[in-house]
């Protein structure tokens, strides 16, 4: 204290003598305002060099030399859609049994090899394909190859394996049933898709103890072919050395033409609806709501990015600012845009407060009508441009995504300039192409999924004109009209 | 000479050792150089021109050791305000700043270290440069910033303790685990001591530990080295360093004895146990092959525990767990859940069975190649992004006030011989271990 007295009267006294060279508040001109940034850098897109194997197999590598790993992804351009009517899981529970024993290797010496090379492993099937996801280490290349290739050609079907997997997939889709998100998409899908093959991948937990080893078998042996897959390599390599290598393993891999079926694109719904699914405990409201986009064509791709962007691509977009910020309805308030092969999916993912349901879906449509009535203002769409524009380097960081995003491409038939274009695609949209989009698809007669507590929910409910209530399997138990209500 | 050039040749040379000069250093996997700000702020810049993005992390030497009792959870208080806003930047603008052009952030508080950091398009270096400057230089502190995020922050907590089943246990059994409050105690604190922190506990805590010579800046990612080090002195080389820090003195283990004890979980649907071995500190002669038992005993599906418990005799009904770091201090810690009492007992056998076979048999070169490869992935995963590689050198540079070992580093781990894993085992995995039995209510 002392000190501080004795300073600041000198202080003050220096102050005044050179007071027109400095400024009373003591921070330099430039903390002020934000510094304007340097021009856009450009971005260098990997290579990506492609190549056909003599069985079929088409064969993709993505050099990247900045880490000593190596991503294989196996795409099997058959998904959930061709499962049998009748046997919905198929596909997943088929591509589920690959690792899980050859006629030679266990699963515990498969499991073995993938890690001897510090190899992690992973599934996952889409109703447009099946992929196997393989990351080791680059030096082990020809270990992991000669691992998929056994998995690939000799898988066993095994009958205590199937027990095992259908045990193992049982009770993940009993635990994820208690998801209210989870719940929520998958009712979407079902009501969305209800005459179209990518209806069965809303399957539940009950179709698994229908499925046989026959209908592995015959799924297998019918999809299962190298002119019906794809191969993606990422890492430091070459398609010389890659083509070498894979088809040293791959080359016994016997092709079989047959005439895959084509799938046609689906109806969008054509009228709102009010969907309940209970889910016991749960505390708060999810809302997924959504339809389909189709035909999905790629001009209109990006237009839709951008007003997905404006409406509920992240916190700072229209929704959330409403929902959340604005009214305080919503824990989160998104929108996203899911691509498949036949279609797209236009969808909003909300988190709300019970008191509040109608509300909530009143206001999101609201902002629904407003970007499909009003024309976007331009600084609006140029903000979402740039969010788009700086984001879209983040998505292709890791070998994972990078890989992810390239094989998405080449099974959904995009073309190399969904990517390769991607600035220039954006830097095109403006007001006029978003308005006349959202003019052209139906977003506004969408489906929407409530799911939470019926005992919460119920009086809250009775706010909508009308209500289809279904079970959490899919299945339809009654309807309620707002007259009908207790 | 005249006193007038003097007076600027002392000031050129002041500048020139006040700044010193990196050099790109040998030996890493990617380029690094090193700078120290004559403030003491520490720059680490990694160059990567594969895409247009550039990555910052601000990192202070400061957590949850730092706090006095009665006080926990004043470190990550602290974090969660510098979102509120400093003297030029409105609250919650940095986050808006970040995400309207396209980029990622985030922050984390542990014991001994709180870290912010960003990633986006790397014309916008600057931007961010001066939004962490500002908030490094005169973070805005007042009543109404500080009473808001206490009851943010005391919202959590009762979120955490609703919804996070044996996190009550946890709490206890690292209570018994670490020696004393400063380790033992969790990051986010607890509703009584956020309460009992002020305005004035911030003001001091941030004055303290929150200045450029407690800090380190990586970027990694498109720089211009030159144009990069010009902003940074810019931005930040005005800041006022901090008043020396003395550190807290380093603490050790008391001597080994066993310790059981029960918890009853008020969460917990089923029965469960921790286990608990203080091992060698971290970056010690031991350290390094301890991680690779680590691997061998609990990392993967073909790790000992693993095939043992869930899928040779299915009686456990989840397994995690592995070394946990708190500065000078580390610990190996097992967590397992049973279905009933019998599944608990016979998983505590099967794990002290595991535990002595490696004590008294030898590793077979395969298996030790097999952890290593699978140690080997996830340590260079740790630097697989432009955001990763930035944390993951200030967190390096920070635990050893270096880079000088990290060429080797990874080879130490890896050099571990399966007669020195024996030694090892019988070393730290005594008897003398620490149990907590959590029983359901």
Redesign the interface.
């Known amino acids: 204290m002392k000190l501080r007295t004795k300073i600041l009267p000198f202080f003050f006294f220096f102050l005044v003598l050179c007071g027109l060279k400095f400024p009373l508040i003591s921070q330099e001109r430039f903390r002020k305002s934000p510094p304007y940034p340097d021009p856009l850098p450009e971005l260098k897109l990997p290579p990506v060099e492609s190549a056909i194997l003599s069985n079929g197999l088409a064969l993709s590598v993505i050099y990247r030399d900045n880490l000593p790993v190596i991503t294989l992804r196996l795409i099997i351009l058959t998904g959930e859609s061709a499962s049998p009517e009748k046997f919905p899981g198929t596909a997943t529970f088929t591509a589920n049994m690959l690792n899980r024993g050859t006629l030679r290797l266990s699963l515990s010496d498969i499991e073995e090899k993938i890690e001897s090379i510090g190899g992690r492993f992973s599934t996952s099937t889409s109703p447009d394909y099946s992929m196997f996801t393989f990351t080791f280490s680059e030096e082990g290349l020809n270990e992991s190859l000669d691992i998929l290739s056994k998995m690939i050609l000799q898988p066993s079907f095994s009958e205590k394996e199937i027990a095992n997997v259908r045990r193992s997939m049982f009770y993940e889709l009993v635990r994820r049933a208690s998801e209210p998100e989870y719940v929520a998409k998958r009712q979407l899908y079902h009501l969305l898709f209800r005459d179209h093959p990518y209806r069965k991948s809303t399957y539940n937990e009950d179709v698994l103890k229908n499925i046989k080893k026959n209908n592995l078998l015959s799924f297998y042996d019918k999809y299962y072919r190298p002119n019906n897959a794809r191969l993606v390599l990422t890492g430091n390599l070459n398609l010389r050395t890659a083509t070498r290598k894979v088809s040293r393993y791959l080359n016994t891999w016997q092709r079989k033409d047959k005439e895959f079926s084509f799938i046609s694109s689906p109806d969008p719904n054509d009228r709102l609806k009010i969907i309940f699914v209970d889910i016991p405990h749960e505390k708060d409201v999810t809302i997924y709501m959504g339809n389909i986009i189709s035909p999905l064509s790629n001009d209109d791709f990006f237009p839709l990015v951008v007003l997905n962007q404006v409406l509920g691509g992240t916190p700072a977009s229209r929704l959330f600012m409403n929902l959340r910020e604005s009214k305080g309805y919503a824990y989160y308030a998104f929108s996203e845009i899911e691509l498949f092969k036949a279609c797209g999916v236009f969808f909003i993912k909300a988190k709300v407060r019970p008191e509040v349901i109608h509300a909530s879906v009143m206001e999101t449509l609201r902002e629904i009508e407003k970007i499909a009535q009003e024309e976007i203002p331009s600084f609006e769409i140029e903000q979402a441009k740039s969010y788009l524009i700086g984001n879209f380097p983040l998505k292709i960081e890791t070998f994972d995504n990078l890989s992810l995003k390239v094989s998405q491409i080449q099974a959904f038939q995009l073309g190399e300039e969904h990517w390769s274009k991607y600035y220039e695609n954006i830097m095109l949209i403006d007001s006029k192409k978003v308005h006349e989009i959202a003019q052209k698809y139906p977003i506004l007669t969408t489906v929407v999924v409530i799911v939470g507590n019926k005992d919460i929910l119920i009086d809250h409910l009775r706010e909508f004109e009308e209500v289809e209530v279904y079970n959490n399997k899919g299945i339809l138990q009654y309807s309620i009209k707002k007259e009908e209500f207790e | 000479m005249s006193k007038k050039e003097v007076l600027i040749s002392s000031l050129i040379l002041f500048l020139l050792l006040s700044f010193a000069r990196g050099q790109e250093e040998k030996g890493f996997p ?1 380029p690094i150089e090193q700078y120290k700000l004559k403030n003491g702020l520490q720059v680490i810049l990694s160059e ?1 021109y ?4 550039v990555s910052i992390v601000v990192a202070y030497n400061v957590g949850s050791i730092h706090e006095k009792p009665g006080k926990e959870g004043l470190a990550y208080l602290l974090e969660n305000l510098m979102f509120q806003g400093s ?2 930047i409105g609250r919650m603008q940095h ?3 970040i ?6 952030l985030n922050a984390a508080t542990t014991e001994n270290k709180t870290i912010f950091y960003q ?9 961010v440069l ?2 962490e ?2 908030r490094m ?2 973070l805005e502190i007042n009543t109404s910033n500080v009473e808001r995020m206490k009851e943010a922050l005391i919202e959590e907590i009762r979120h955490r303790k609703a919804t996070d089943l044996y996190l009550e246990s946890s709490i206890f059994f690292d209570q018994l685990l670490f020696p004393n409050f400063t380790h033992s105690h969790p990051v986010f604190g607890n509703e009584a001591s956020l309460r009992e922190i002020t305005e004035e506990d911030v003001r001091i805590f941030y004055s303290t530990y929150y200045r450029p010579n407690n800090a380190v800046l990586s970027i990694t990612g ?1 720089i211009d080295k030159k144009k990069t080090l010009q902003l940074i002195r ?2 930040f080389e ?1 800041i006022p360093k901090g008043k020396e820090i003395t550190p807290l003195p380093l603490v050790k283990f008391p001597e080994k004895k066993s310790i059981v004890n029960t918890h009853q979980d008020s969460l917990a649907s089923l029965p469960a146990f921790f286990l608990g071995y203080r091992i060698a500190a971290p970056y010690s002669d031991d350290y390094y092959p301890l991680r690779i038992i680590d691997y061998i005993l609990l990392h ?3 790790s000992r525990l693993y ?1 043992r418990l869930i ?1 040779k005799e299915r009686i456990a009904f989840d397994l995690s767990g592995g070394i946990e770091e708190r500065r000078e201090l580390a610990a190996f810690k097992i967590f397992i859940i049973n279905s009933n009492e019998i599944m608990m007992e016979r998983s505590k056998k099967a794990i002290f069975s595991e535990i002595n076979k490696l004590k008294t048999t030898l590793i077979s070169e ?1 298996e030790l ?2 952890s290593k ?5 996830d340590y ?2 740790q630097y ?3 955001m990763e590689r930035s944390i993951f050198l200030a967190e390096e540079y920070m635990a050893k006030n270096n880079l000088e070992n990290f060429p080797k580093e990874l080879e130490r781990y890896l050099a571990v011989t399966p007669a020195e894993i024996i030694g090892l085992m019988n070393r730290y995995f005594t008897p003398k271990n620490i149990l907590l039995n959590v029983k359901i209510k």
Do not use: H
């Not at chain 2, 594969?50 to 993005?53: S, T």
């Not at chain 2, 995400?99 to 990622?104: D, L, V, W």
């Open positions: 990617f990567d594969y895409l247009p993005l003297m030029n986050i808006s700043f995400q309207r052009i396209g980029g990622e990633t986006v398009p790397s014309n916008q270096l600057a931007l001066w939004l400057s500002d230089k005169s498109n810019k931005y005005t993967g599906k073909t095939k899928k395969k190649k097999k490869n699978m140690f080997k992935m260079i995963n697989s992004t432009y």
